[in-house]
């Protein structure tokens, strides 16, 4: 979409959103403009969270952007040591070195260089698909190697030695896979097992995928882990990935009992296309969230504890972990995490001020 486009898009949804909220259409793209100008809000931020409206901006402890929120975050996690996590083949090996729980990986490509599971560079291409013929089981996923909200996801299911997308599309021999996997841009991909939800959790949203559960820790200078919040993105939209976006997805942000793994609501999109509304039940399979129990739950606040402990020299983390019938693994930590201003009632006010106060 072009820039004028983007702008017009902006201001019409902005304009139906006033509808709603009944704002001043003059007054909300005043206040929309300075949020932009002033406090580097994206347009995608100012209409997806409404932040128009005074009501809802009062809501939050602390208003900032996500420009300024991962500016903020280099001071805990400094950009120098982020790759430690943001480069997902060194965060495999970092996590396997020391014995945290992760997806099996079978190789990645980087700079068009084709690794086995171990690391070990392979140069000849007949190799390479001897490898992945050998290697690659019934579900099998690829995702960029340093992307973040599912970027690259592809999830494939093979019978023999054919591959088939799972998201439709014509299926592909090992020649044409090789090729995929080395279409991508120089920073590559990751080939992993592809995971799927706990039966209990697999039933809420009535599909079978991968529904992963975000826990954000704080490792204090006593040694001592803290959560500061949990949530779990839902399947609810049209996409295979569990990404958010903002609600655009169509999926949804479940939260619970801060010290349980019971869940009370969701939050999703309002319809208007502005801001974020608390819905009771799943949309497809009418499943209650409220009493609704998460599967491995406990496990998986205790492993994001350990998790954080194994890396130390990123002092707060958000952890993707998949909560699965063998146990809770790891997707991914990120360094760089959003604040949770789809629901700031996630986090205490005294760690929104930790983590996003002033210099």
């Known amino acids: 979409m072009r820039p004028l486009q983007k702008i017009t898009a902006f201001l019409s ?12 259409y003059a007054v909300a793209l005043l206040r929309s403009l300075r949020l932009y100008l002033l406090k580097a809000f994206s347009r995608k931020e100012i209409v997806g969270y409404a932040l128009f409206v005074p009501s809802i901006r009062a809501r939050m402890p602390i208003l900032i ?39 099996e990986t079978y190789g990645w490509t980087m700079n068009g260089r084709r690794y086995d599971a171990a690391g070990n560079e392979i140069d000849d291409e007949n ?37 088939q997308p799972v998201d439709g599309g014509p299926a592909s021999d090992i020649s044409r896979l090789s090729e995929a996997l080395s279409a991508g841009d120089a920073e590559g991909v990751v080939i992993q097992k592809r995971l799927f939800d706990a039966a209990p959790l697999a039933a809420l949203s009535g599909r079978r995928g991968l529904q992963t559960m975000r826990i954000n820790t704080l490792l204090h200078r006593s040694g001592r882990v803290s959560i500061l ?39 999703t999109l309002h319809e208007c296309g502005s801001g974020m509304t608390t819905i009771a ?28 402990r194994a890396f130390p020299e990123l002092r707060t983390l958000g952890w ?31 760690d929104w001020g930790r983590i996003f106060g002033a210099s």
Request: aromatic share 12%.
């Open 127 to 163: 190799t390479w698909r001897t490898y992945l013929l050998n290697q690659l089981p019934e579900d099998f996923i690829i995702k960029d190697r340093a992307g973040a909200y599912g970027s690259g996801f592809r999830a494939f299911r093979r019978s023999g030695e054919s591959f």
């Open 229 to 267: 919040f949990y949530m779990i993105k839902i399947l609810a939209g049209h996409t295979m990935s569990d990404n958010f976006s903002m609600g655009t997805t169509g999926n949804l942000i479940a939260y619970g009992d801060p010290e349980k793994g019971i869940l009370r609501g969701a939050v």
């Open 281 to 308: 039940v799943h949309p497809e399979t009418g499943t209650p969230f409220d009493g609704f129990r998460l599967p491995r739950w406990s496990e998986a606040i205790a492993l994001a504890k350990t998790a954080q």
């Open 320 to 350: 993707d972990m998949a909560l699965t019938d063998d146990g809770p693994r790891i997707i991914e930590a990120n360094a760089r995490w959003d604040p949770p201003l789809y629901a700031p009632f996630l986090m205490s006010t005294a």
């Open 65 to 103: 952007s996500k420009e300024r929120s991962l500016k903020l975050l280099e001071r805990i996690n400094p950009s120098s040591l982020q790759h430690l996590t943001e480069n997902k083949d060194e965060f495999y090996r970092i996590c396997r070195e020391r014995d945290l729980p992760i997806p």
């Open 13 to 24: 949804d902005l304009k139906r959103a006033c509808g709603f909220y009944g704002v001043s």
